[in-house]
């Protein structure tokens, strides 16, 4: 059939419309020679009011905290995101986390929050476990993946790491029996190992995951890790298309260092969670690149992925190099979690530009340069 000029010049625009043309990196980062043609998304209908400004409750933290959450407010500003934060100064040597803070993390439902020091030993319990109890913020998720442009050992890593949050062996549950002498419970319940299988499960649904790894020490632990593993097992019964697998938290530490694209999502209690998560953030990257947040059933804070290096150390302080990447992420997770789809999107792609040309990187990433140096990079990415 002959098309008139203008039917052909039509049919021209609307194919422009619903394609676009994508840059195409190589494993070096150089360009390839074929371009991949990719329908458009459907667009996200919001419901009206949605787009009216949210209030998130921000904690700058300890260390470089300040630092890292200063660079998102200011791409937050850049960008006209529809968020304004309630600024609280929390540190780590406090005795107990403020009222007036979990008031506006109740009322907000949504915290930012940079690291905050935790004591070593003494009588000053951790402020971010108190946290996550007075929240019930039952599930720590962090990510950790390749980032295009940024040289690691291992290539296809995509692991999301599900680890139960509130308690395990960080209880709390201590005490002398006799002077040399200290006990230290750790707690597992069919309550919270059912809810965090059931989250990691949910979450591989929703994301299209393919594959659930529970992780445990039931060789040696047989009736606290037993019950976890029972739990999970349970859940998986429910999610036949997911599958399902074990594996012993040593032997994790190994396959992680020396396969870790075999695993997809992994469950954890809270201890192997934290080891776990960090090692995997290690290998795809490092901390400092990699988000993630504590989410309950009513209550989600968003923070660096990988607590290893959250506060940094005086020279990076000092310097003022400390990495924004990790939070600049966990942020465009907090966007999609306030239903903000299209900001999120458009701040992710900015650091993922940034870091594949690779001009702007921080110390830990193999550079120089400082953290509003990387900020000012990422904001004239934006598009």
């Known amino acids: 059939m002959l098309l008139t000029p203008m039917a052909r010049r039509s049919a021209h ?50 260390g470089i905290g300040p630092l890292v959450t200063g660079a998102v407010e200011q791409v937050m500003e850049a960008m006209h995101a529809p968020v304004y934060f309630e600024r609280f100064e929390v540190h780590g040597d406090m005795n107990k986390f403020p009222e007036e803070v979990l008031d506006s993390i109740k009322k907000n439902k ?118 976890f593993l029972e739990s999970c097992r349970e859940v998986a019964t429910k999610y036949p298309g997911i599958a399902y697998n074990e594996i012993i ?25 934290n080891l776990v998560a960090n090692t995997a953030a290690g290998i795809a990257g490092g901390t400092g690149v990699m988000p993630g947040g504590n989410v309950g059933a009513d209550y989600a804070v968003f923070e660096q992925g990988a607590s290893a290096g959250n506060v940094g150390n005086q020279k990076i302080l000092e310097k003022k190099k400390a990495n924004p990447v990790a939070l600049l992420l966990s942020s465009a997770m907090m966007l999609r979690h306030l239903q903000f789809p299209s900001f999120a999107d458009r701040l992710e792609t900015a650091v993922k530009e940034v870091i594949l040309k690779g001009k702007y990187k921080t110390k830990d990433l193999g550079g120089q340069s400082t953290t509003q140096e990387v900020v000012d990079a990422v904001i004239a990415a934006l598009d």
């Open 110 to 227: 949504v915290c930012l929050k940079g690291g905050l020091a935790t004591p070593m030993g003494g009588g000053v319990s951790s402020l971010n476990m108190q946290l996550r109890r007075e929240l019930d913020l039952y599930a720590s998720l962090v990510n950790c993946f390749n980032l295009p442009g940024l040289p690691t050992r291992h290539d296809n890593v995509d692991i999301v790491v599900i680890r139960e949050n509130t308690e395990g062996e960080y209880s709390g549950l201590e005490h002398e029996v006799v002077p040399g002498v200290v006990e230290s419970l750790k707690v597992i319940t069919k309550f919270c190992s059912e809810r965090i299988a059931q989250y990691a499960f949910e979450y591989a649904y929703l994301n299209n995951r393919k594959k659930v790894t529970a992780v445990h020490k039931a060789n040696i632990m047989k009736q606290a890790d037993g019950l």
């Open 249 to 273: 938290v040593d032997n994790c530490c190994m396959q992680l260092v020396s396969k870790p694209e075999q695993f997809d999502v992994m469950v954890t209690p809270n201890l192997y969670g």
């Open 13 to 62: 625009i609307l194919k422009q419309l619903l394609t676009k043309s994508e840059y195409c990196p190589t494993q070096s980062g150089s360009s390839c020679s074929r371009l991949t043609t990719q329908t458009r998304h459907i667009t996200y209908m919001p419901r009206p009011g949605d787009g009216s400004p949210r209030a998130v409750t921000l904690i700058p933290g300890d």
